[in-house]
């Protein structure tokens, strides 16, 4: 009977030990610091780009990709003047053309990027040297996607690694996102994917670095985060002050993984059909999911991309301004 109870008590020391270095519930985030007049805006040069758009950035330039374009889709600028120096992937459904544009990927080692085309089922490939010198241009298919289950969004390692949000049909007009490991060259997808036992609809976007092998899964219908490292063994489960609420607001936006071993994440906490949809804050994490301050950025964010280069943040916004760069140096 004592060696049963002794047994008991041991069991239940390591099952608390594993619980709170897993399950890390933050009541409050609290320690704000109003960004909002460090975020500098920036024109497009003359060059007019949709509401809905995404950035990207690749050696020296920034490439905004404009998903509601009308004539080229990518257009290319000097990351640090914004002069504009290049389009390309004009729309249409041309073989040198793009139908649907979906993700861009880059690959700094052979100064590329891959543009996903969920029209044509294709990912092409882009030399960037070419497209600035050649406005002609016509990219190399890289690959067929399979549209069973493929690639939304992804971080380029090399042709056999990426990590990234895969996307399963699932039923009429539903699908399964998870995170996983992609391998270009034999197409084959392996999940990675911490899957919560409370979660019922799964919408995530995520975040990944190569620097520290850790990924983090984003809800964006509940207010949790979790940190996996690249085979899928979860480091932890972030609950924020809402978890556990209803799902009909919108939580995290988008996320990166910074130079200094923290992770930032936008997030909204606003209902879903208002503007409060949008994310104006981002909140800044330790790599064990450990709460530190919050940036109050005070734009409603579409968008977010990381230039680990210069530590900047650049925004697409749906507020007076569309484009703006927030200088992480000094804030964190």
Known sequence: MVRLLLLLCVFMFFSCTRNLSTEKYQKSRDKVENVHNR????????????????????DDYLLIADHRGYNKLIHIFDKN???HLASTAPLGPGPSEITVLGHVAIDEKRRKFYVS?????????????????????IPEVKLTIDHTNFP????????????????????????VPSVSRWNMQTGKIVPIS????????KRITYASSQRYGLIAELYSNYDLLTISDFNGNLKCNVY???????????????????????????????????????PTRLFVF????????????????????????ANRLYLNLNDEIQFGY???????
């Open 286 to 309: 330790g790599l064990d999911g450990a709460y530190i301050k919050t940036l109050n950025v005070g734009y409603k964010i579409n968008s977010i991309s990381y230039d680990d280069k």
């Open 326 to 332: 927030l200088d992480l140096d000094g804030l964190i």
């Open 117 to 137: 085309d969920h029209g044509k089922q294709k990912i092409f490939s882009y030399d960037i040297d070419s497209v600035l010198v050649n406005p002609d241009y």
């Open 194 to 201: 911490y899957n919560h036992p409370e979660i019922r609809h």
């Open 152 to 175: 939304s969004e992804y971080e380029y390692i090399n042709d056999t690694l990426c990590i990234g949000r895969t996307i399963a049909p699932s039923g009429v007009n539903d699908y």
């Open 81 to 83: 003047s914004f002069c």
């Open 39 to 58: 975020v500098e805006e920036f024109d497009t040069d003359s060059v007019l780009i949709g509401n809905y758009a995404r950035m990207y950035t690749l």
């Open 240 to 278: 924020g002050p809402s978890w556990g609420e209803s799902t009909h607001n919108h939580y995290y936006g988008e996320g990166f993984f910074d130079n200094s071993n923290h992770l930032i994440v936008s997030y909204s906490g606003g209902d879903n059909n208002t503007d409060a949809y949008y």
